[in-house]
C-alpha cells in the first residue's frame, strides 16, 4: 500500500538551491517518519534528515545541517527536503524513506529502520 515518489531533482550550479519532493501514499499510523537519503557513486549511503510526525521534530546530518531544511505539507501527503548552498560535495541520488510506525529517533540515519523507499532522483551540483 506504502508507495513514495521523489522528484525536484536537477543540475544546478554550487551555491544554488533545489527542492525535492516525496509524496506519500498508503501511511496510516501516527507516528511515521520520513528520511531523506544520498549515495554518491562510490560512497556509501548517507543519512541526510528526517522528519517524524508526532511532534514534527527534524533532525539533519552535519554535512547538511544549516543548509538543508525538510518539513512536510500533510495536506497534499509530501515531504519536502529544501536545498540550498548547495555544494559539489552534494552530488548524488537522493531518496526517500518510510517509517510507518515511529518516529526518526536515534537510528534516523540507519537504511534498515525503513520499510519503504523511493526510486530516487538525481542532483548534480556543478562548481
Known amino acids: 500500500e506504502v508507495q513514495l515518489v521523489e522528484s525536484g531533482g536537477g543540475l544546478v550550479q554550487a551555491g544554488g538551491s533545489l527542492r525535492l519532493s516525496c509524496v506519500a501514499s498508503?501511511?496510516?499510523?501516527?507516528?511515521?517518519?520520513i528520511g531523506w537519503f544520498r549515495q554518491a557513486p562510490g560512497k556509501e549511503h548517507e543519512g541526510v534528515s528526517c522528519i517524524s510526525k508526532s511532534d514534527g521534530s527534524t533532525i539533519y546530518a552535519d554535512s547538511v545541517k544549516g543548509r538543508f531544511t525538510t518539513f512536510s505539507d500533510n495536506a497534499k501527503n509530501t515531504v519536502y527536503l529544501q536545498m540550498n548552498s548547495l555544494k559539489p560535495e552534494d552530488t548524488g541520488v537522493y531518496y526517500c524513506?518510510?517509517?510507518?510506525?515511529?518516529?526518526?529517533?536515534?537510528?534516523?540515519?540507519?537504511?534498515?529502520?525503513?520499510?519503504?523507499w523511493g526510486q530516487g532522483t538525481q542532483v548534480t551540483v556543478s562548481s
Open positions: 524513506a518510510g517509517e510507518p510506525w515511529l518516529p526518526c529517533g536515534s537510528n534516523w540515519y540507519a537504511r534498515p529502520k525503513y520499510d519503504y
Open positions: 498508503g501511511f496510516t499510523f501516527d507516528d511515521y517518519a
